[in-house]
């Protein structure tokens, strides 16, 4: 009788890196005992982690001194499981458009309100954040072995890594990487952003920053637009508890309450 081990062959064959409990009881014919068995056998030997309840991914031999696979290999299949959507966003989308200055030890995405629990299985670490208003636009998809998988837009991309700033690592490691980003985000993209995104002092942050970098960039007239066309107040480049913007000095109506150091 065919056991689990030929299975994940067979799923490998057709570059599949993932199978669910309901998907492994209709293809092996054993029993409930034998299958938990065989599993607790395969986690042990380090050839599947168990990454959520039912949910398991596979560890070829060419990853698993890492103990992990790339994230893009299985967080598709993932959120179909948890039937819920998602987006790979910050530091790992920045990765795949090309800012790879950073080095990330963990994986980030964001879903959908109500949040869920980081994900965390010995080297894997996916760190989980839930936004209250899903983007409209600005999701994109990439394709990997294992096929299509939800990254944020550059545009997006750089909105997040601002919104969440204090949450990723500070200001200074995100002004980094949207130097990187900056040369990724099309007039396009950053209209499809403006066109729904709920932050106006994000935006506020975005044009400022923007201009840091590359004052001839086309996106910093869109922004320019949009806040002609939007109420809005001076606010910190960087929030902080207790503290509220005083004058600013520039047409963002930002106030620059840190240093801006570039790791670049």
């Known amino acids: 009788m065919a056991g689990i ?22 293809e092996v014919p054993k029993t409930e005992a034998a299958l938990k068995n065989e599993l607790a056998r395969l986690v042990k030997k380090k050839e599947i982690v168990n990454l959520r309840a039912g949910f398991y991914i596979i560890i070829p031999p060419r990853y698993r001194s890492y103990g992990k696979l790339p994230v893009e290999l299985y967080i598709e299949r993932l959120f179909a499981h948890l039937k819920k959507p998602y987006y790979l966003a910050f530091y790992s989308a920045a990765t795949f458009h090309g800012a790879s200055h950073q080095q990330i030890q963990q994986d980030y995405l964001i879903t959908k309100v109500p949040n869920m629990p980081d994900v965390i ?4 670490h ?15 998809q990439k394709k990997s072995d294992a096929g299509y998988f939800k990254i944020s837009s550059p545009a997006l991309t750089a909105a997040d890594l601002i ?4 949450k990723v690592g500070g200001l200074n490691r995100v002004f980094t990487t949207l ?13 499809d952003l403006l066109d729904w995104y709920p932050h106006v002092s994000t935006i506020q942050r975005l044009g400022y920053l923007l201009e840091q ?14 806040l002609r066309q939007h109420r809005h107040f001076p606010v910190l480049l960087s929030p902080k508890k207790g503290q509220k913007a005083g004058s600013t000095g520039n047409s963002w ?7 801006i150091e ?3």
Do not use: C, R
Request: proline residues 4%; charged residues 20%.
């Open 253 to 259: 109506k930002v106030d620059v309450n840190v240093k």
């Open 5 to 26: 081990s030929e299975y994940m062959v067979d799923l490998l064959g057709t570059e599949q890196y993932a199978f669910s409990w309901e998907e492994l009881t209709a």
């Open 213 to 226: 970098i590359n004052v001839g960039h086309e996106g910093i007239q869109h922004i320019s637009q949009y």
């Open 262 to 264: 570039s790791d670049l």
């Open 163 to 166: 919104h969440y700033q204090t």
């Open 126 to 140: 996916l760190k989980v954040f839930a936004a209250s208003t899903w983007p409209k636009k600005n999701i994109v």
């Open 121 to 124: 299985k010995g080297p894997i």
């Open 179 to 191: 130097e990187e980003l900056t040369e990724t985000i099309t007039p396009n993209d950053m209209q």
